[in-house]
């Protein structure tokens, strides 16, 4: 696996390359973001360690511009800890986010579950799946249930769903289910998803205003529960 860390205090980037390499990683590293988009264009990278903070081009910035071309997984470092900024990293396609200070054991621990996730979302989707809390997915024919009730969803509704539900407990954010569905008029707008998520619990939600099964994370975005019923 090839890692690439982006940071431009060069004592975290030598103690984090010499922590990710005893975990058998291979890792390049860049001090600044124009140098960080080149190496990232010419080699291939399975996921990106990216400081927020970065003289000339900001962390998110780099990530704007590397989530126009690949889905590579992207772990955000960053000394500020305000909510804010945490939502904003997240909303331009980071998959984690960690605050400084750290342990250098941490960053592995987070390495090792985000590459394990992002192997987890190229799985293939099972035919036919079940969830405790009453639905059904049918993956071949585009066909949803609740108890044996079939749901009607368009194209742009099913897939929201299920890629909510091909992670449970797992918060996407708006960003993420937009490329998700990329290319169904979404106008650039992340906020439409918003509307997709109302009309989804419209249809399968016992009572829409009070959800149990698409849950919403306030400030980031929404997550699948496949247990809880009212």
Do not use: W
């Amino acid at each position: 696996m090839r890692i690439l860390l982006v940071d431009d205090e060069k004592k975290i980037t030598t103690v984090l390359k010499a922590y990710l390499q005893q975990e058998g990683y291979q890792v390049s590293t860049a001090i600044n973001g124009l140098a960080a988009l080149t190496m990232f264009k010419e080699n291939p990278f399975d996921l990106l360690i990216l400081d927020l903070m970065l003289p000339g081009m900001s962390g998110t910035e780099i990530c704007r511009e590397i989530r126009k071309i690949s889905s590579v997984p992207i772990i955000m470092l960053t000394a500020k800890v305000e909510e804010e900024d945490r939502i904003q990293g997240l909303s331009m396609g980071a998959d984690d986010y960690i605050t400084k200070p750290f342990s250098p054991r941490e960053v592995v621990a987070r390495v090792r579950a985000v590459l394990r996730r992002s192997s987890n979302e190229t799985a293939p989707l099972a035919d036919i799946i079940s969830y405790d809390n009453g639905l059904t997915i049918n993956n071949l024919q585009y066909e949803v249930r609740l108890d044996d009730q079939e749901i009607s969803l368009t194209p742009t509704e099913f897939k929201i769903l299920g890629a909510l539900a091909k992670h449970p407990g797992r918060v996407l954010s708006r960003g993420q289910l937009v490329e998700i569905v990329q290319g169904h008029d979404f106008g650039g707008d992340d906020r439409v998803i918003d509307a997709h998520i109302k009309k989804i619990r419209q249809k399968i939600e016992t009572t829409p205003s009070n959800p149990q099964i698409v849950l919403t994370v306030y400030g980031i975005g929404y997550k699948f529960n496949p247990n809880a019923r009212e």
